[in-house]
């Protein structure tokens, strides 16, 4: 972590973990010179713990890889309930510009609401590939039609079962907040909006990924985001035994090396955004 970076969601100990994890942002130097860098975004009431084997996979590729903590997070759930979408927005924004100014290439690698970031970011600039696991772009009925009337009755809903993560020993030491805001879930649906509506103006090389077993986002999200987008070079990544948190749960480390492998690739093909063909699918069994 370079200096400056707050510390204070490094330790976090909810009810439900069994030890200690660091949770803490993180800055690490890529290995073997600046091969570019790389912003990874964590979902919500999350931590940068769950983007983190990730970014160690492109650490090794020789990327930087930057995991600041988005704002409300590493606090108190009540402090995330005050903060509208736009926040996190105009936050990771600003992440993404530093690195614009230090680096030539820069990607975005985001989890959940990480990825909806990651794509409202790609829509209005231009990284060089983005990568999106478990991106939730609509929820079901009654959900978006309850949820703007339910948060003022009642305001959080405690997390009974801990993250979607189908390893239980991964699944116990997640850090987090252990109540979700409806209010920032509220907010999350606006973004939803505002995202659904620009996919076509991303043209960024685009890998996206889900577990086969997320019951936080509809896994046929994953279809329709690949679908809506403009980019010529798109990929989709089936991660069959997995929950919502992949990059923590079975096939984390699978989906860690196909990240790098895919961010690699674009890195060494110039004209990666001009390439013909059909979406690539993959699927990844454990």
């Known amino acids: 972590m370079r200096g400056g970076e707050s510390a204070g969601a490094g330790r976090l100990r909810m009810a439900w973990i069994a030890e200690p994890v660091d949770a803490a942002p993180f800055d690490l130097p890529g290995e073997g010179g600046d091969d570019g860098a790389a912003l990874c975004l964590h979902g919500l009431t999350g931590t940068p713990y769950e983007v983190r084997p990730l970014a160690e996979a492109l650490v090794a590729r020789g990327f930087r890889a930057r995991g600041p903590l988005l704002p409300g997070h590493g606090t108190r759930p009540e402090e995330l309930a005050k903060l509208k979408f736009q926040d996190w927005v105009e936050a990771v924004h600003r992440e993404y510009e530093n690195l614009r100014v230090a680096h030539a290439r820069v990607v975005v690698v985001g989890l959940s609401l990480g990825g909806l970031l990651s794509l409202e970011l790609a829509s209005r600039t231009r990284p060089d590939a983005i990568a999106v696991v478990g991106t939730p772009l609509t929820f079901g009925a009654p959900i978006p039609q309850l949820v703007p009337i339910i948060k003022y009755l009642k305001p ?86 997995s929950g919502h948190v992949v990059p923590v749960d079975r096939d984390g480390a699978a989906l860690a090396r196909h990240v790098a492998d895919f961010m690699a690739a674009q890195r060494a093909d110039v004209n990666a955004r001009n390439r013909p063909g059909r979406p690539g699918v993959a699927s990844v069994d454990g």
């Open 156 to 241: 959080m809903l405690n997390k009974r079962e801990g993250s979607d993560i189908l390893d239980p020993e991964a699944r116990a030491r997640h850090p987090g907040y252990s109540q979700m805001p409806l209010a920032s879930v509220h907010e999350l649906i606006r973004l939803q909006r505002r995202v659904a509506g620009a996919l076509g103006r991303i043209e960024a090389p685009a890998l996206v990924a889900h577990g086969a077993h997320d019951r936080t986002a509809q896994p046929g999200d994953a279809r329709r985001i690949l679908d809506g987008l403009g980019s010529k070079v798109k990929e989709s990544l089936v991660c069959a035994d």
